[in-house]
DNA sequence: TAGATTGTTAATCGATTAACAATC
DNA sequence: TAGATTGTTAATCGATTAACAATC
C-alpha cells in the first residue's frame, strides 16, 4: 500500500502508458475483471512483474479476484496525469509538428496543443486543429500570459538546444524533444527524447543480427 | 576480440545508434582520438560501460591512447548497418509518413526510400522526394519486384495488424512500427516500435513526479 | 468452505561499476 | 621509460522472477 514512497524505477515508468493501453483496451471491449496472470499472457509479461509494477502504486487488486478493469484503468490515468491534462505548445510546424498537432490521440491522454510556433512567414496565421501558428518571437509573450507544462520541440537540430534554453526560462516543466540531440537543462525540466534516427538503427541492427 | 559470440543485451544495442551519434559528432569536428573517460563525460556514462559496451564487438581501442574517433565511427556504421543501406517502403503517407519520407537523416543513416504507398486517391501519383505514392494494393506487387527490407507502418491503428501481416508474407525483414499497438509476428521479423504516445506520457508522469 | 489470486519477501538473474594486469 | 588507457575479470547494484502466507 505504499504510495510512491521509494522512486519508481526507470523501468516500470517506462511500462505504465503500455499498461494503460492494455486497460483501455480491455474497458474498451467490456472487460469487467482481470488478474495478473490473464494480463501477463496478453501483454507477454511475467504475472510477477505486473504485480511488482503495480504495487509501486497502491494495492488494486483483490485476492481471488484479481483486477477491476475499470478502476485500474482510472488508477493508471491519475498517475499519468491523463486526467489531470497538460497544456501544451509546439515549436516547429514543420511535417512532424504538423503530424503531431493533427493528431488528435495526444489530446485523448491530457496534452492539449494551446500555440504552435513557427518562423516560416507562409505558415504563420495559418492554423492547425484550430490552433493558429504563430511566429517563434510570440513564445516569450505567449508564456508569460499562459501557463504552459510541455513544450515538443520539432525544430531543426541546430536550434533545438537555443529554443529549449528559452522555454525553460518561461517556466516550462517538461520537453518532448524530436532532435537527434541530447538536452542539457537544468533538473527541474523533465525532458523525453524520442530519437527517431536512433529507433531506426536499432531495427537495422536487428535485422542484421535477427 | 569476441565478435558477437555472446548476445549483445538490448541494452547494449538502445545505446549504439547514441555512439554514432557522437562519433559522428566528433569526427565532424575533426577530433582524432578520444578515451573512454572523455567520451564518458560527453554522453554523461561511466567510462567503464563504454568499454564493456564496445567489447561486444571487438577491441577497437588501444592501451596509452584510447580510440581513434574515425576508425570506431566506420566500426560503428558496420554495426549498424548504415554502409549497407536497407531498401525501405513507407506505408501510410498521412502528416507522419510524409514528415518521414521528407526527412533526409534516415537516408544518411542508410534507409532508402524505395517505394510510398496510400489508399488515398489524391495522394496516389504526386510524388514526396522523388518517390511516386502508389495505392497500398500495388505493395505486393512492388514487393515481388524489388528486394525490400524495412517497411516503415504510419497507417491508422485499426489497419496495422493486418498490413503487417501481408508484408510479412512479402519477405520483409523488419519493420518500424508506429502505431499504438504491439505487432505478434514470426520471429524471423524484426519489429521496432515508436510509441509516440508511450513516450508523451512517460513525460507527463515525470512531470508530476518531478 | 475451497479455489483463486493478491501483495510482498526472498532468490535469481542480468546489467553496471570497479579494479587491475597488460601494454601502447 | 613513465603515464595513460585499454579489455576483462570480479564485485556490486538493481530488476525480474519465484514462492507463499494472507485473504477475498
Sequence with gaps: M???NKKVSDAVIKRL??????LA???ENGVLRISSKALSEKMNLTASQIRQDLSCFGGFGQQGYGYNVESLYNEMKKILGVDRGFRTIIVGAGNLGQAIANHSKFEARGYFVKGIFDIDQSLIGTSI???IIQHMDEIDNF?????IDVAILTVPREITAEIAEKIVKLGIKGIWNFSAMDLRLP???VVENVHLSDSIMVLGYKIINN
Design 143 to 147: 508564456c508569460s500570459r499562459e501557463t
Design 129 to 131: 486543429n484550430g490552433v
Design 17 to 22: 502508458p503500455r499498461y494503460f493501453r492494455y
Design 2 to 4: 505504499a504510495l510512491q
Design 25 to 27: 483496451d480491455l474497458k
Design 187 to 189: 533538473e527541474e525540466v
